[in-house]
């Protein structure tokens, strides 16, 4: 896994490391860890949950139980912006606060229940699949159906609505956004 760090002066350094912990709680080992916070403890880490080769994860002064007390994703410029609420150890970063853009391009956190669709009840399951953070996939209940949104390239904006009209949780209808 490759990951980079610099001192803020727009300087960076690469570096190349073996995963040696399981960061997401699945089994696998998928991030290296190391002192991130600078306190002198190997207790940090920092993982790469997509799988992608290069760190998008991290995570600071775990305990031995894999739970942090701060964690981390890359908002996809470098930096380490977006915090993540874990819900406890081995708990997956689609099960805590989300940023996620509505239907308007206007930015929100919460989740995993919002009030996407704009009924006034928080019962909209808001999924984040690459586990970045950012949402990727909304399932609404609709007065017709059940209706889902996709942001098929990562960007936060939706890109497709898929809409079950029959029920049978198939999609029987996709629409470019």
């Known amino acids: ?9 727009g300087s960076a350094t690469m570096w190349v490391g073996a ?3 399981d ?24 993982g790469d949950l ?4 290069l760190a998008d994860h991290a995570a600071l002064d775990l305990d031995d139980d894999g739970s942090a ?4 994703t890359d908002d996809g410029s470098g930096t ?8 406890g150890a081995g708990a997956s970063p689609a099960r805590g606060d989300l940023r996620w853009l509505g239907l308007d ?46 942001d098929v390239d990562g960007d936060g904006r939706w890109d497709v609505q898929l809409s079950d009209a029959d029920g049978d949780g198939a999609a029987d209808k996709a629409n470019a956004l």
């Open 105 to 150: 391009g206007a930015e929100h956190t919460g989740g995993p229940l919002v009030d996407f669709d704009g009924d006034g009840q928080a019962d909209d399951q808001l999924l984040d699949s690459d586990g970045n953070g950012l949402a990727d996939r909304v399932l609404c209940d609709g007065p017709t159906g059940a209706i889902g949104y996709v």
């Open 50 to 53: 997509d799988g992608d080769g």
């Open 19 to 21: 995963p040696d912990v």
């Open 23 to 46: 960061l997401d709680g699945d089994g696998d080992l998928d991030a290296v860890r190391l002192d991130f916070d600078g306190d002198g403890r190997l207790d940090d880490a920092i």
């Open 69 to 72: 007390e701060s964690y981390f």
């Open 80 to 87: 380490w912006a977006i915090a993540v609420d874990r819900l």
């Open 1 to 9: 896994m490759e990951y980079c760090f610099g001192p803020g002066d």
